[in-house]
């Protein structure tokens, strides 16, 4: 009853108060998503025009031998390691929301290899490890929020976005690798 009468209070006490913060701040959301999603539209374009033009091919064959230990059971010039490059480089810029899609194909081409269908394997598992660790150069998301918070140098966390990140990824692949040694 004490929780009703308090919003009660909070919402028709003050309604053209809390109208027009939402209205505000909805304003803002929709600002924030649309630069957003600009952003993911520029690097998925420019993911799309390298994979077409056979620059990811080229960027995934220089990245063989990291790859390859990351992922032993993906055969050499398999689509999924094409998506999985796009995927982490998509992250990497800051473009998580645009990678999904390509993280999702990596997903569905690594499923194409798996003859349980109902588990997922260690390279399904050591991808989504690294999906969600993810080195972040530039992270855009961040440096909008700063910048709308008012910021005087949004950019000031690019160097430590990168050492905690890289840290993080690098346990977590660690980690990911030690438990599947483990359950060998």
Known sequence: MIVIGIVGSICFNNLPETNQAILNEGTRAIEFAITLASVMALWMGIMNIAK??????????????????LFPSVPQNHKAMSYMVMNMALNMVGAGNGATAFGLKAMEELQTLNNKKDTATNDMIMFLVINISSIQIIPFTMLKIRLDMGAQTPSDIILTTLFATTMSTIIAVISCKLLQGRNR
């Open 52 to 69: 077409d033009s056979g620059l990811i091919d080229k960027i995934a064959k220089k990245m063989n031998p990291v790859m390859k230990k």
